[in-house]
């Protein structure tokens, strides 16, 4: 095998790599590459004309360049240049640095276009193959659009070689995906079919790949391929583990290609011709005999890849359908399967089975693993595995295993993973639903779900209900309890245990405890009572009429309470009667539950991959990326692979009308709307025109009362740097909040517990006084619930030159997310100003170290090990990893820092505790820094799940 | 069929990635780094196959490196997890003992896609041609 360091002696490329991996820095990296890339571009530009050799080294390095993440403006035209090298390493680099940097220069595509045509005109195989493989890589609809004719007639040439036949199909087959409507189909497409023949694998094998796509669209005019295909099978399976040389893999004859063909038979049903059908059933059986055949190796890749085999053979005995005995057997195959050691095996299991499970030939067959089944769901130890398990039940489920598999399933949801909670619920109804044979079980089943998983039966599981024997406690009980004593609490009345008192006494404990929409559920079934059952009466009367209904801030609530007490006395019985007559039954529908469970499983769960398909804009997939750092995703040891630095900062929110365009005129960097500093002319006549003066009538009726505070709709959106400047306060208490050319902001704050004083410094750098000077702390959205902030008022007027103080006090009452908003409104020079900033009060303020030993530390860490209760962040350091400033940042955070708890000592980690008024927030963190890959990864657990990735996010800003 | 395929070492840093389907650039690094997310999650107990959004990643560790494939869910899982394993087989016979970095930057890889993407060659017929492609191995 050749070392690959040797190249083809590209020396200088070779020096200039280990260069820039010895580099100790960043900057020190930077410079080398700078000075690589004048010497490029003067060897370029240079008189003398460069030898092949030498271009293509050049061009080496500007891609190696392009690859670290730097822009490359120049090489174009000296890759281009080499595509029409004769030596095969130049065309190479040439055409891997502009299927790497395409530009779309037209001038520069005419003649890369030409110089492609030229090598697919050549006849020499391997620089066909280049062409080829450019195509299919930059993939574009241009690309498409200049040579998808050509390409069939390379792909069923007699005379083509066998790679360029394989490269044709497979960039016919890129094209194709890219924008079928380019790729001509016509008398080549029945040539294609024949490829399947073809003595070389690897064509056939690019002929499958290219077949399986085109078929889907036109079956007609493929299906010759189905007893192509067989034939083709047929050989392989029957063929001797060593037949196929290098297709052979640990043993087993050509497991893709198997499997590819299996593939390919699913696009069309079970051959009508009795021999080919005869064939194919003989593979298949072959295929499942193989199975039971000891190894041929002990290699776990040979079991894999027979396995892969067996289970696509599987999936097309499921496609088919149509063949009881091989289900079955497909069946038992599966079922050993289940008890397999390999986990990888007993998913794959479960997951095939699944499907056999709604065939009537194998429903049986599947059912007598149930037991297996079972086991799976309570002993796996993944999560994935389980859930493949909980499918499985429920596809097997039916009449005379419904009442063993809810139970099952309801034993499952008690210790259930909160991802498939919901998933769970919804088929346990649904068994529940369709399968109850007898009712009190139906009843039985719906109440333990509710009280197994309140939080996850949705609405939709409720009206399905009947009856109910007693209330319980989560607020869905209350509602189905209150709706079925309404309509039924009757039919129990005569037995003192449920006499009607009891019934309404007890709906009543839970009224107060109860939403709005569960209340007004009760009421009415308070009314329904009074018809019900005349002695409670007095009682409901009496609740109806309280103040606390009649002057219920709830409308819906107050009109029930008003019209039913109203209902009540005026009516006579009869009419009680007629109005509050039992509901009729609900029509028959389709399960609201099942429809709950397809729109789950739906294809709108939001696929990043499924938006950009639909995505028009651009058609390439790896090609096509102007060069831009960052963007690339090409293997790289250092370049700024996941981008974080590259995050555009979050857009600045739209200008708004009135006071904000003058606030966004203020921080321009246009000279002429800088009012602070030499005016122009216009405005220094304005100036002189209206004098600023204080008692100017005019100017107080320009300006709303200062006093009022404004409401969050008043005041504008923070400015575009809020929350950087936040960011700056995170791990610091004291600074310069803002600073403009007329005003600056200083902070000075302490924070005790969960409260903290906070000091304000307002300095007005021009030489005018600020008029109607108020600034006002605002809370957006429920931030009023959670954090109390109590401002003084400062002087309206505040001297040039001078500074005002504002004191704040701080309450934390419970943890938030967002800061109070800082809102500073004055006028200078008879201009209104305004600004919102963003108070620097984070929740970590609140933080109280907390020391501790290393075995409480990963006690605690145990103990918060729920997936919602950690978050974690990987991310690209933006400042130098100092770890004597990282220790001094996390102290400022607030955490206490603890030694001697990571194994590793260039990690940190800390304790701390949030101390809000209603609770306390128990808070650890570990940093793992990674100094080679400028990385750092950032985990924090709480005991509470927004706080954590709160946390998270706002420390991740720091480092 | 392939969505994607990706070599992440454990820090999280892409060391190479391939997109068989459109996905705009700054997705791709918000999927990369979920993606390695929940491999790292996993532990050697835990099946080699993650349902992510509508489709399934695939994935073996090899030493610290990930290589994970997305792909929809009519793809056989078992077939694409030996296909990591052939082609991890393939660049350790080319480099001869492969390493993480061996990975980073050749051209030779990139080569090895232009002719095995979307598996359709032969592992062994994917060699032979970057071999051929090889000038020091003529």
């Known amino acids: ?574 009419v009680l009667a007629t109005v509050l007559e039992e509901m009729p039954p609900f029509p028959e529908r389709e399960s609201s539950i099942l429809a709950k469970l397809k729109r789950k499983k739906g294809p709108g769960a939001g696929s990043a991959l499924d938006d950009s398909r639909r995505d028009p804009s651009s058609h390439d997939i790896n090609g096509g990326v102007e060069p831009t750092p960052s963007t690339v995703s090409t293997p790289s040891p250092s370049a700024d692979l996941l981008g974080l630095r590259a995050a555009p900062p979050p857009a600045a ?71 950087e400047l936040l960011n700056k306060f995170v791990c610091r208490n004291n600074g310069v909040l803002f600073e403009n050319q007329l005003l600056q902001i200083g902070v000075k704050s302490e924070f005790r517990q969960n409260l903290g004083r906070m000091y304000l410094f307002y300095g007005n750098k021009t030489s005018v006084q600020f008029q109607n000077f108020s600034p006002t702390v605002v809370h957006p959205g429920d931030l009023q619930t959670q954090l109390a902030v109590q401002t003084k008022r400062v002087a309206s007027q505040v001297d040039g030159g001078a500074q005002v103080q504002q004191v704040l006090n701080i309450e934390c009452l419970r943890d938030f997310l967002t800061p109070p908003l800082l809102s500073v409104r004055f006028r200078y020079g008879g201009a209104p100003q305004s600004l919102t900033l963003k108070l620097p009060v984070t929740i970590n303020k609140f933080f109280q170290p907390t020391e501790m030993a290393a075995q409480d530390f990963f006690q605690r860490w145990k103990q918060l090990s729920l997936p919602q209760q950690e978050a974690q962040k990987i991310f690209k350091a933006n400042h130098p990893m100092d770890a004597e400033v990282t220790k001094a940042k996390l102290l400022g955070f607030g955490s206490a820092l603890l030694d001697n708890v990571d194994p590793n000592p260039e990690n940190f980690v800390g304790a701390g505790i949030i101390q809000t008024k209603a609770l306390q927030v128990g808070c650890l963190l570990r940093l793992e820094p990674n100094a080679q890959a400028q990385m750092y990864r950032l985990t924090l657990r709480t005991s509470k799940e927004p706080v954590s990735r709160h946390l998270c996010e706002l420390l991740a800003q720091q480092f | 069929m392939i969505k994607f395929f990706l070599m992440v070492n454990k820090q999280g840093q892409t060391r190479l990635s391939k997109y068989y389907e459109h996905v705009e650039i700054n997705k791709r690094t918000l999927l990369e780094t979920e993606v390695i997310k929940s491999c790292l999650s996993r532990s050697s107990e835990q099946c080699s196959f993650i349902e992510y959004k509508d489709f399934k990643l695939i994935y073996r560790q090899y030493a610290a490196l990930f290589i994970v494939v997305g792909v929809n869910d009519t793809e056989n899982e078992m077939a694409i997890y030996e296909f990591i394993h052939n082609f991890v087989e393939v660049l350790d016979d080319y480099f001869s003992r492969v390493s993480e970095l061996d990975v980073s930057f050749f051209s030779a890889v990139s080569q090895v896609f232009h002719t095995s993407w979307q598996r359709q060659a032969s592992p062994d017929q994917v060699l032979v041609l970057a071999l051929e492609d090889d000038p020091t191995s003529v």
């Not at chain 1, 297996?372 to 499985?392: F, G, H, M, W, Y």
């Not at chain 1, 004098?691 to 320009?702: F, G, I």
Request: proline share 6%.
């Open chain 1, 1 to 574: 095998m050749p070392a690959v360091s040797k190249g083809d002696g590209m020396r200088g490329l070779a020096v200039f790599i280990s260069d820039i991996r010895n580099c100790k820095s960043k900057e020190a990296e930077i410079k080398r590459i700078n000075k690589e890339l004048a010497n490029i571009r003067s060897k370029f530009k240079g008189d003398k004309a460069l030898d092949g050799y030498s271009k293509k080294k050049y061009v080496c390095k500007l891609l190696f360049i392009f690859l670290l993440g730097h822009d490359i403006d120049f090489g174009h035209m000296e890759a281009v240049n080499l595509l029409s090298s004769n030596k095969y390493t130049e065309k190479q680099i040439g055409y891997l640095f502009i299927s790497v940097l395409v530009n779309s220069n037209s001038e520069l595509i005419r003649l890369i276009n030409n110089a492609i045509k030229n090598d697919l005109a050549s006849r020499n195989p391997t620089f066909m193959c280049l062409a080829l493989h450019c195509i299919a890589n930059v993939g574009s609809r241009e690309m498409g659009e200049a040579f998808a004719a050509d390409i069939p007639r390379i792909l069923v040439a007699g005379d083509s070689m066998d790679s360029v036949k394989q490269s044709a199909a497979l960039c016919l087959l890129r094209l194709y995906k890219a924008s079928p409507d380019l790729v001509p189909m016509g008398e080549w497409t029945a040539r294609v079919v024949h490829l399947l023949n073809d003595q070389h694998m690897g064509v056939v094998t690019a002929a499958v790949s290219l077949i399986t796509c085109l078929c889907k669209k036109n079956p007609d005019d493929f299906k010759t391929c189905v007893s192509l295909a067989v034939s083709r099978l047929s050989r392989i399976v029957s063929s001797a583990s060593t037949d196929l040389q290098d297709y052979t893999y640990y043993f087993v004859p050509a497991p893709w290609l198997s499997v590819k063909l299996l593939r390919l038979l699913q696009c069309y049903p079970p051959p009508e011709d009795a021999a080919v059908k005869g064939r194919l059933v003989e593979c298949l059986e072959t295929v499942l005999n193989k199975a039971q055949e000891p190894p041929k190796s002990k290699k776990v890749q040979h079991s894999n890849a027979k396995n892969a085999i067996l289970f696509e053979t599987i999936s097309l005995i499921i496609h088919y359908d149509s063949e009881p005995n091989l289900l079955v057997r497909a069946c038992n195959q599966l079922g050993q399967f289940l008890q397999h050691r390999e986990t990888n095996l007993r998913y794959l299991a479960l997951e095939s089975m699944c499907t056999l499970a709604s065939s009537e030939f194998s429903h049986e067959a599947v059912k007598t693993h149930i037991d297996t089944v079972i086991n799976a769901l309570k002993t796996e130890r993944d999560v994935s595995v389980r859930q493949r398990a909980a499918d499985l039940l429920y596809a097997m489920c039916d009449r005379s295993n419904a009442k063993q598999i809810v139970s099952e399933m309801l034993r499952y949801l008690e210790t259930a993973d909160y991802a498939i909670r919901e998933e769970i619920v919804l088929k346990v109804a649904i068994l529940a639903e369709k399968y109850a044979v007898d009712y009190s079980w139906y009843v039985d089943t719906i109440l333990n779900l509710i009280r197994i998983a309140g939080d996850y039966v949705s609405e939709e599981v409720v009206p399905v209900l009947q009856a109910l024997q007693a209330p319980a406690c989560h607020e869905n009980m209350v509602k189905v309890g209150g709706y079925i004593l309404g309509e039924f609490g009757n039919l129990i009345a005569g037995d003192p245990r449920s006499s009607p008192p009891v019934q309404f006494s007890l709906l009543h404990s839970k009224f107060h405890l109860c939403s709005v929409a569960t209340r007004a559920l009760l009421l009415s079934t308070y009314i329904k009572f009074i018809n019900l059952f005349p002695e409670t009466k007095a009682t409901i009367q009496g609740v109806l009429r309280a103040g606390s209904q009649l002057r219920n801030a709830d409308v819906e609530l107050q009109q029930r309470a008003v019209e039913y007490l109203t209902l009540s006395s005026v009516a006579s019985t009869d």
């Open chain 1, 653 to 723: 929110p739209p200008a708004p009308s009135g006071a904000g365009n003058l606030l966004v005129d203020v921080f321009s960097d246009s000279p002429a709307t800088q009012p602070g500093l030499g005016p122009s002319p216009e405005e220094a006549f304005l100036s002189e025109l209206e004098p600023p003066a204080p008692e100017s009538p005019m100017a107080l009726l320009a300006d709303p009362a200062p006093a009022a505070d404004p409401g969050p709709e008043d005041i504008g959106p923070p400015i575009p740097e809020a929350d």
